[in-house]
């Protein structure tokens, strides 16, 4: 039968078409209506267990079959009903046994009861248990704790004890004491022939340095061995032979040289370096053996060879890129030959630099004194992202470093130009700081990051080493040590060990190029009996060298 009644929020409304008055053959042909209400989960599993009571009790006093036929009905009716809905009930059979229900809801409230009381005990046994485990707990640790409280007083040896046999030392402090010098290294020279060096460049790993020598052509020398795990080194430590292990004698002017950023001394297929010189190729150099591994031929419109002028590895070592008079060339690492993508620009790039944070990204310097940053995904005709300028000749250096809130900082420095620029890349508009070093001449003077601590180094044409502590954050005038007695043309800092080494050298013009004379680390020997004659009026003083310096903590015996 249709529904007619419902219940809301225990509002009961009836429809107006029902019968209040029936007789007793409605009811006993169960044509009552249908009436239904909404009822908690509680109260619905109360009602459903009277309802199981009462029809039990019924089938105990009712015999006729057609009564029990009815019950039968009804009950499939409500099995109906309660697979409709969970919380629709229909109380049809609970008219008639209501009666019954109030005699049995006393025994079910009690049952209730004490169910309730058993869930509390247990409830309560829980939380005593609980509290037993915790009190527990607290002895243990006061226990443990008192035996820790004397130690905590002498907190700080028993820190350097760690220290101590866990072989960890503090970082080191640089340039706190006098620099000692761990080798040295002079190439002799001739009027006609100068050999002086041109950079030094430490290899990833640390394990060697790379040299170039004009007309000498590039060396290899290793770390002494003593230097490995030095913590301090004593003032009286004798000087190491700078030997060099590899040699590569192949004349010619070194343009650029790179080592692979993910060199590893264990790994021999991943030392190696890049080297363009005059008139050739890119050669990738074994730096074991010094033998040519490949090489990376780029070509102009004619179909010619062309030398590039500055080399920058990617990040992860798998693409080279190669500065050209018009345009960058970009190879694959593992593709060697004349295979590479070409990005044209307007000026020729004398030196390129690359941060962690953006690898499809390059800045590049030009002998234009400006300095432009790419992005290589764009096309060529959208141009540089941005341009710097504040030099007033070539760029010949690029460097990125970190602040101590990991925030990128760019360095330039040029030929020709006192000015060592720092420039915030949040915000180039104009540099951050500006540092005063002596450079006169066009050659390249490096200048190196320390990756240990905020200093920045610089060599001049004066032989100087020039220092500042960036942790200072201002712009302050340089802690100068004379280093050699000519152009200080190279700096770089050891990548772990407070190491620091540094090349000296550059081109003199002679007077007279006809005397044949021999100038051996500033002293001239000549063959003819006039020698001093010939001196007074040729003779040129310089100095070829290359330098390790210990600019840790160090002791004195």
Known sequence: MEQTASLLNHNVSFNSSMELTRTAGEVSAGSIPDLSFSLSESERRKLMLRQTRAANSTMDLVNKPNCSAALEQSSWMEDDEDEESENVISIEDTMDEHEHTKQKQPEE????????????????????????????????????????????????????????????????????????????????????????????????????????????????????????????????RSLSKMQSAVHVPEGGTVYDCVWYPLMNSQQPESCFWLATRQHEPIHMWDAFDGRLRCSYSGYDEVDEVVAAISLQFANDGEKIYA?????????????????????????????????????????????????????????????????????????????????????????????????????????????????????????????????????????DTDGNLNLWNLAKGEEIEALQLRLHDDCCNGIGFHPTLPILASSSGQYHFVADDKQQKEVHNNTTVAGSEDSTQLEAKSSVSYENAILLLWCGPSTVN
């Not at 460097?399 to 925030?407: E, I, K």
């Open 109 to 236: 409230e009690a049952i209730k009861e004490e169910k309730q009381q058993q869930e509390q005990l247990q409830q309560q046994e829980q939380l005593q248990l609980q509290l037993q485990q915790s009190d527990t707990k607290e002895a243990q640790q006061m226990e443990t704790d008192e035996p820790q409280q004397e130690p905590l007083q002498a907190q700080p040896e028993k820190i350097e004890e760690q220290l101590q046999h866990a072989n960890v030392s503090p970082p080191p402090v640089y340039f706190e004491r006098q620099l000692i010098e761990l080798g040295r290294r002079c190439w002799p020279s001739s009027a006609r022939a100068q050999h002086y060096t041109k950079g030094c460049y430490w290899s990833p790993d640390g394990t060697c340095l790379l040299l170039p020598v004009h007309l000498d052509g590039m060396h290899v020398m290793e770390l002494p061995l003593d230097l490995y795990e030095a913590s301090n080194i004593s003032t009286e």
């Open 323 to 459: 500065g050209y008079k018009r345009c960058i060339k970009i190879f694959d690492t593992s593709q060697p030959g004349r295979s590479y993508d070409e990005y044209p620009v307007k000026f020729a790039i004398s030196c390129m630099a690359q941060n962690a944070d953006h690898p499809h990204t390059v800045t590049c310097g030009n002998w234009r004194g400006y300095i432009q940053h790419f992005d290589l995904r764009c096309p060529p005709k959208q141009g540089p992202l941005f341009t710097l300028g504040g030099h007033s000749a070539g760029i010949t250096q690029l460097r990125y470093g970190t602040d101590a809130s990991s925030n990128w900082q760019l360095f330039s420095g040029a030929r020709k130009c006192s000015k060592l620029l720092q420039w915030d890349m949040r915000n180039y508009k104009q540099p951050l700081h500006e540092f005063q070093r002596r450079v006169n001449t066009n050659q390249r003077i490096q200048f190196d990051l320390c990756p240990q601590q905020p200093w920045l180094a610089s060599g």
